[in-house]
């Protein structure tokens, strides 16, 4: 069974420019999560989703932060114009009932992202 | 609010002894705790949870961890280090009311030859 699914792995990119993060959650999991990684802050949890609806964006850094859950097999992040301060690591995970404090989350293997 | 401390930045212990990484939390209501491991360029796998019950859970490559509740600790443990443990291992929790994990800083695990 395939786990969650990220891309791209790496990402240079220049301050102003568009960047488009993609994941797609083990099937059958109903909720998804967006984390940041960083040397400073550590984990942070930026967006989750349950079955495709966001519940809490209360960690997105500002509006040039955007995600988006289309459907139960593929999520979104964007960053729109980035800045060299969000370049990090971007791990998505997926679980199988987000609603439930028992659930475990699985994690994909990041994206790398640098803004230069 | 829900908190987690990992107190030590790193833990050095030589291969075959005893190892222990420590993890202490806060949160209002039953903890969900979690550990995690993180290799290199990798994402972070799961390891072992602890929900109710018995207060020793056993986890995968032969980890396991001791639940005190009124230590409010979660310590990650195995009997025997391998240098293959070599990583970085984060804590989480979660209570009954939130659905978002809280992570600790990580601790990272050398395991010298």
């Known amino acids: 069974d395939a786990g969650v699914i990220q891309s791209p792995r790496h990402e240079v990119t220049e301050m102003g420019q568009e960047v488009t993060l993609r994941c797609k959650p083990i099937s059958g999991h109903n909720s998804l999560f967006w984390y940041r990684q960083t040397m400073m802050r550590g984990l942070e949890l930026l967006i989750y989703f349950n079955n495709n609806v966001p519940i809490d964006d209360s960690g997105m850094p500002e509006d040039r932060f955007s995600a988006k859950m289309p459907n139960a097999s593929f999520s979104t992040l964007k960053i729109q114009p980035s800045e060299p301060r969000d370049s990090a690591v971007y791990f998505c995970?997926?679980?199988?009932?987000?609603?439930?404090?028992?659930?475990?989350?699985?994690f994909g293997p990041g994206t790398r992202l640098t803004v230069l | 609010a829900q908190s987690v401390a990992q107190p030590e930045d790193q833990v050095n212990v030589a291969e075959g002894n005893p190892l222990t990484v420590k993890c202490t939390y806060s949160v209002s209501g039953n903890p969900y705790l979690f550990w995690y491991v993180q290799y290199p360029n990798r994402g972070l796998q799961f390891l072992l949870k602890?929900?109710?019950?018995?207060?020793l859970v056993k986890g995968s490559y032969g980890f396991e961890a001791e639940f005190n509740k009124s230590q409010t600790s979660f310590h990650l443990k195995k009997p025997s280090a391998l240098v293959s443990d070599s990583a970085l291992y984060f804590c989480a929790v979660r209570d009954g009311t939130r659905r978002a994990l809280t992570f600790g800083s990580g601790t990272r695990l050398q395991v010298q030859p």
């Open positions: 602890y929900i109710t019950g018995d207060n």
């Open positions: 995970a997926s679980s199988l009932d987000g609603t439930r404090g028992t659930d475990t989350q699985y």
